[in-house]
């Protein structure tokens, strides 16, 4: 067959076309995505992938997802996330399968937050235990694993989740042998009753830490370890006594850890058939447990026992009336805190106490930003232990500054009646405000010159009787005592407070009402001996502690004249409100600087702030200074 010219052409350049056709094709397709290749992230979605696990933000960890996708499980996951679950549990034959172990963990822990409840949550525990620890004869998870923390956390939270009781955060521990529902078994579990008892105290009303924010403290600090942290209230065992809690009060709350080891993970996960042991400890116990043989530390929250204990407290209530009345009583436990001073934790030898001292109309509550740094510094915590004085802020300088001297006397006697505990003879006291003033009467002779005062004849010469002469004795005879090493002066008013007026001394005269243990023996002298007294007009006008610090005080020129025990090393931190202003007229808006100001002090810190300065952060840096320094002297 004959083809035409035309045809023939046509077909010679048919495959010129087809050619070109191809070419056009290539290049179309190469401005398209390829079938596997890459696209950049921004740094938000970058963060996002790195930190994604179902703690984060409920969606699954990128090995989870892994290695539901090796599995082909990733479409039923969503669809039936328990039957996801049980499929890869089937296929976990010894418990040192850390990927799969790790996987329902999280998995677990995931569906039990979306209805799976209780025995989920003490599933991914479980799960997570075993990846943490496999086995004696096996290694710990590398530290560079970046399932490590969130293990840890699903341990933790699982194990809170697990035990949760019915109220909101309320952890519902077992007391003796209990058995507990597993989604593919059960767990017997054992908690000793004994480990309720903390000192005299039974742990009461335990609720998860993690579950409360808190609120009020600039840092809210977490011992990172294992275990569900839980704050524990107390409650006293009648009759109970133990030296070292004698002064705990029972309305703190206290950082419990409770930790579950579990028997031979590696067989008895695969039977289902667990059995475990739990244990409550605080802080003050160990910090730490033993697991095949590794020192493993616990998960404790201070920072959130500590604003436990002042939620709704009423100490709050306690600082006005303890201003205006002079017998207040401020422990309902009186015979156990009659010195008022109370400590923070059971009585450690080998500490040195460290003993805060408030200001007027306040308490030891104001104190709360200090506390919550000293107790959350892994030196300070270890070396110090902190006492609380409280007072009747109302009442003369010296009648509270007796108390104190003799309280600290008295409880360092109590608690080291043979002297053999050195740390006891270091001890250091920071006063706020009028309790700076109280903290510098431990550090003064006073000789009798605040007898002589008031009193024209000596002590001795007073026709009172001696239960009198002694508590007046106690107020107005002040030397240093022994055992204190620092103190610590906050925004002091050595030289008297510019805000108290006459007008406002007057009002309080009138609001203000003094002790019994004062006015008994004064009483006593105005009736049976008024020609003892040197001061005019004293009857009518008992002075109150506004009075004393008045900067026309006889008392405070006096107390102001005395030098400080050499053997005392002193410091002061003072408060500024008007930087800005000229050195004569700086103030914090109660004390001028030049009132706070007192020579021959190791250091002077001028710092930034209104009269609380006790909250101030470079206060409180200062202080912590100032507290290591201690340790090296």
């Known amino acids: 067959m004959r083809l035409s010219g035309e045809a023939c052409i046509a077909s010679a350049h048919r495959p010129l076309f087809t050619l070109w056709l191809l070419a056009a094709v290539v290049l179309l397709l190469a401005g398209c995505a390829t079938p596997v290749g890459v696209r950049p992230l921004d740094r938000a979605d970058t963060n996002r992938r790195l930190t994604e696990n179902v703690l984060a ?6 090995p989870t997802q892994q290695l539901l996708n090796r599995a082909g499980l990733t479409e039923q996951q969503r669809r039936d996330p328990a039957a996801a679950i049980a499929a ?6 010894l418990a040192g399968a850390a990927d799969r172990l790790f996987a329902l963990a999280e998995l677990s822990f995931l569906h039990a937050g979306q209805g ?12 997570a235990y075993a990846f943490l620890f496999p086995g004696t004869d096996a290694g710990l998870p590398s530290p560079f694993d970046p399932r490590l923390t969130t293990a840890v956390l699903l341990y933790n939270q699982g194990l809170a989740g697990g035990l949760a009781g019915s109220e909101p955060n309320a952890v519902d521990l077992p007391t003796g042998a209990a058995t507990l529902s597993l989604p593919f078994g059960e767990l017997s579990v054992r908690l000793d009753p004994e480990e309720f008892r903390w000192g005299p105290f039974t742990l009461v009303r335990c609720t998860a ?3 409360l924010e808190v609120r009020g403290l600039r840092n809210d600090y977490r011992w990172p370890g294992l275990g569900a942290a839980m704050v524990a209230s107390l409650r006293h065992i009648p009759g109970a006594e133990v030296s070292e809690y004698t002064l705990v009060p029972s309305v703190l709350k206290v950082p419990v850890t409770a930790f579950l080891r579990i028997d031979n993970i590696g067989e008895t996960l695969v039977s289902g058939r667990l059995r475990g042991e739990m244990t409550l400890t605080t802080p003050q116990e160990t910090p730490e447990v033993r697991v095949n043989g590794h020192r493993v530390p616990l998960d404790f929250r201070p920072t959130t026992a500590l604003a436990s204990t002042l939620e709704g407290s009423q100490v709050y209530d306690l600082e006005l009336k303890g201003l205006l009345s002079g017998d207040l009583q401020l422990f309902k436990q009186s015979a156990r805190f009659k010195d008022n001073v109370f400590l923070m934790a059971p009585f450690r030898p ?10 007027t109309a306040s308490s030891p509550a104001r104190w709360a930003e200090v506390l919550n740094e000293i107790l959350n510094d892994p030196v300070l915590r270890q070396r110090y232990q902190v006492w609380l004085f409280t007072y009747n802020t109302g009442n003369p300088v010296f009648y509270s500054g007796g108390l104190l001297a003799q309280g600290l006397r008295n409880i360092v006697h109590q608690l080291d009646p043979d002297g053999r505990d050195p740390a006891l003879r270091r001890m250091v006291i920071i006063g706020h405000s009028q309790g700076g003033l109280l903290t510098r009467l431990t550090a003064v002779d006073s000789g009798t010159v605040f007898w002589d005062s008031l009193f024209a004849v000596p002590p001795e010469g007073l026709r009172i009787s001696p239960e009198s002469r002694a508590a007046l004795e106690r107020s107005l005879f002040f030397k240093p005592l022994p055992f204190v090493r620092r103190v610590v002066f906050l925004s002091t008013p050595h030289g008297g407070s510019f805000l108290i007026s006459t007008w406002v001394s007057n009002l ?6 003094l002790p019994f243990a004062l006015l008994s023996p004064l009483e006593e002298i105005f009736d049976q001996d008024p020609s003892a007294l040197r001061v005019a007009g004293m009857k009518e006008r008992i002075p109150r502690s506004t009075d004393n610090m008045s900067p026309n005080s006889t008392f405070i020129r006096t107390l102001g004249s005395l030098p400080l025990s050499p053997a005392v090393t002193a410091h002061s931190i003072i408060a500024v409100a008007n930087p800005e202003a000229p050195r004569e007229r700086w103030d914090d808006g109660v004390v001028s600087y030049q009132s706070a100001h007192i020579p021959g002090v190791a250091s002077e810190l001028v710092v930034h702030s209104a009269h609380s300065s006790q909250d101030n952060p470079a206060a409180i840096e200062e202080i912590r200074r100032i507290l290591i320094d201690n340790l090296t002297d």
């Open 116 to 127: 799976g409840g209780r025995p989920h949550y003490l599933a991914a525990a479980v799960y």
């Open 57 to 62: 933000n409920e969606s699954l960890s990128a």
């Open 88 to 93: 890869l549990r089937a296929g976990v034959p």
């Open 209 to 211: 830490a993690a579950g």
């Open 350 to 359: 080998g500490r040195i106490p460290l003993v805060l001292v408030h200001g």
């Open 508 to 513: 309080l005269q009138r609001l203000i009402t």
